[in-house]
């Protein structure tokens, strides 16, 4: 979820098309996870909200159990420390996250494994599984030796899963579009936009 030169280029090049893409952020996506989500849901008081938000915290909680992850740390965490989303389309609301191969890994592939048929996200789960087994071999011993906060020695990789998850079920059931996700793995982030052109701008033109 971090933004760099790759997530620019790609912004740069939606918007010789009149697509406007920055950095962003939601109250409900913070370090606490679902944990957050769940306060920040029942902050709002809003009816429609109970359902889909009700649904996406059993799941997330699923998943993150599922990676190994401990709860107490999400409820220990701080509201404040927002997590970042790649690229927002602020007129639609729509996420866009741009996947390189540290994103394909066993984790990232048991947290999809989840993912009901119907989950509401802009993107090909089942491609999104089939470069996780292409890539886990590759891509799981790279972050073998960080820690990562409630994962653990070695869990950097599963907090990235979890986060991955948490951003794809969180932001449609907190009201917003389906998050899109775009494959990158040659660090060329006009190059990737190219790739989507048509599809984006159906949906964000």
């Known amino acids: 979820m971090a933004v760099g030169s790759v997530q620019l280029a790609f912004a740069q090049a939606a918007a010789e098309d009149g697509i406007v893409l ?3 952020s939601f109250d409900w996506l913070c ?21 889909p938000v009700s649904a996406a915290i059993a799941l997330l909680g699923a998943i993150h159990s599922r990676l190994g992850g401990d709860v107490s740390v999400l409820h220990a965490s701080r509201e404040n420390l927002l997590l970042p989303i790649e690229l927002l389309h602020a007129a639609s609301g729509t996420v866009i996250e741009l996947d ?19 989950a509401a996200v802009a993107f090909a789960v089942g491609e999104h599984k089939q470069l996780c087994r292409k890539w886990s071999t590759r891509t ?3 972050a073998r030796g960080l820690p990562a906060k409630g994962f653990g020695f070695g869990g950097a990789a599963r907090e990235r899963a979890y ?13 917003q579009p389906p998050v899109v996700r775009v494959v990158e793995l040659g660090g060329d982030g006009a190059a990737a936009y190219r790739r989507e052109r048509d599809a984006l701008v159906r949906l964000l033109g």
Not at 41 to 49: I, T
Not at 163 to 175: E, K, R, W, Y
């Open 22 to 24: 920055e950095p962003g």
């Open 31 to 51: 370090e606490q996870g679902h944990v957050g989500l769940e306060r920040v849901a029942k902050a709002r008081r809003d009816p429609a909200l109970v359902a």
């Open 100 to 118: 390189d191969s540290p994103h394909f890994t066993s984790a990232r592939l048991a947290a999809l494994e989840l993912y009901p048929d119907d």
């Open 140 to 142: 799981d011993g790279l």
């Open 163 to 175: 986060h991955d998850a948490l951003v794809d079920l969180a932001t449609p059931a907190m009201g």
